[in-house]
């Protein structure tokens, strides 16, 4: 059975850093485009960041460049994303998603079929 799980999630207060995994089972990352996803109350989800299979190539949402990072261990098959100076409004469940998939089309959550239950990122003093 193919399975994401996230972790890393918690209460933070505005400025400070947290960690977030994604991690595989059932199958290998390696070949896979991983996606990172966030949904805050009342709104839709949006994309947070993206990696290709390889990792040499990333993606970022504008709001979230210079201070989110995106990166893989296939070797442990997890995906990191370390985000830092985190705001009060980005408050919100976070997912990732993985996929066979262009990494051209990362940012498409409809391009993805794998979705772990995500976890719970929240900004506050």
């Known amino acids: 059975q193919l399975q994401l799980v996230e972790s890393g999630g918690g209460l933070v207060q505005p400025g400070g850093s947290l960690r977030l995994s994604c991690a595989a089972s059932?199958?290998?990352?390696?070949?896979?485009?991983i996606g990172w996803f966030r949904q805050a109350p009342g709104k839709e989800r949006e994309g947070v960041s993206c990696?290709?299979?390889?990792?040499?190539?990333?993606n970022y949402a504008d709001s979230v460049k210079g201070r989110f990072t995106i990166s893989r261990d296939n070797a442990k098959n997890t995906v990191v994303l370390q985000m830092n100076s985190l705001k009060p409004e980005k408050t919100a469940f976070y997912f990732c998603?993985?996929?066979?998939?262009?990494?051209?089309?990362?940012?498409?959550?409809?391009?993805?079929?794998?979705w772990g239950q995500g976890t719970q990122v929240t900004v506050s003093s």
């Open positions: 059932g199958f290998t990352l390696d070949y896979y485009t």
């Open positions: 990696i290709s299979s390889s990792g040499g190539m990333t």
């Open positions: 998603a993985a996929d066979r998939l262009p990494f051209s089309v990362c940012v498409l959550q409809s391009r993805y079929d794998y």
